[in-house]
């Protein structure tokens, strides 16, 4: 039964490396959801321009 027995610096490194696996899980399927919603497509250059206009009526 001894041979089971953890001391603190194990126990310690066995719940780092799980906590470790859920996060690197969990972002995996954060990824895959984010993924699944499709296609990325920039926003077009119209409303970038839009936002923008203030700036450069400042630096003119």
Known sequence: ???FKLDRS???AVITGVISLLLAVGYLVLVQILDFRGDM???PLSTLIGLLSPVFELIT
């Open 10 to 12: 194990k126990l310690v």
């Open 1 to 3: 039964m001894d041979r």
């Open 41 to 43: 497509v920039p926003a």
